[in-house]
Nanobody
Framework: VQLQASGGGLVETGGSLRLSCTAS????????IGWFRQAPGKEREGVSC???????????DSVKGRFTISKDNANSTWGTWYLQMDNLKPEDTAVYYC????????????????WGQGTLVTVSS
């Protein structure tokens, strides 16, 4: 499984960023792709996920209404997933990782079995 996140950067409070995740190299029929983040000195936190093939999404409460997860082609197994992050806050500052959860039945759990290198998101106050 290959996962690569990109799109991080520095943005002011209230600004937006879009993270991308390319995923390939697997043949699971049921899985979820999503993001988790880790801020300095804090525990890892699942942020959002989307299941395949159902397209069901899930968000941690702190980002509901501000972040949107999507996929470029709902029918393809591989591809690119996006996390649109709007109205960013300083507490969103973290390294964001793209991850995969396999054998997902129903709602994804925001926990991941595979992940790639992260991308840094910094929100200035």
């Amino acid at each position: 499984v290959q996962l690569q996140a990109s799109g991080g950067g520095l943005v002011e409070t209230g600004g937006s960023l879009r993270l991308s995740c390319t995923a390939s190299g697997f043949i699971f029929d049921f899985y979820a792709i999503g993001w988790f983040r880790q801020a300095p000195g804090k525990e890892r936190e699942g942020v959002s996920c989307i299941t395949h093939p159902s397209g069901t999404t899930r968000y941690v409460d702190s980002v509901k209404g501000r972040f949107t997860i999507s996929k470029d082609n709902a029918n393809s197994t591989w591809g690119t997933w996006y996390l649109q992050m709007d109205n960013l806050k300083p507490e969103d500052t973290a390294v964001y990782y793209c991850g995969m959860e396999y054998d997902v039945e129903g709602l994804c759990t925001l926990a991941y079995d595979y992940w790639g290198q992260g991308t840094l998101v910094t929100v200035s106050s």
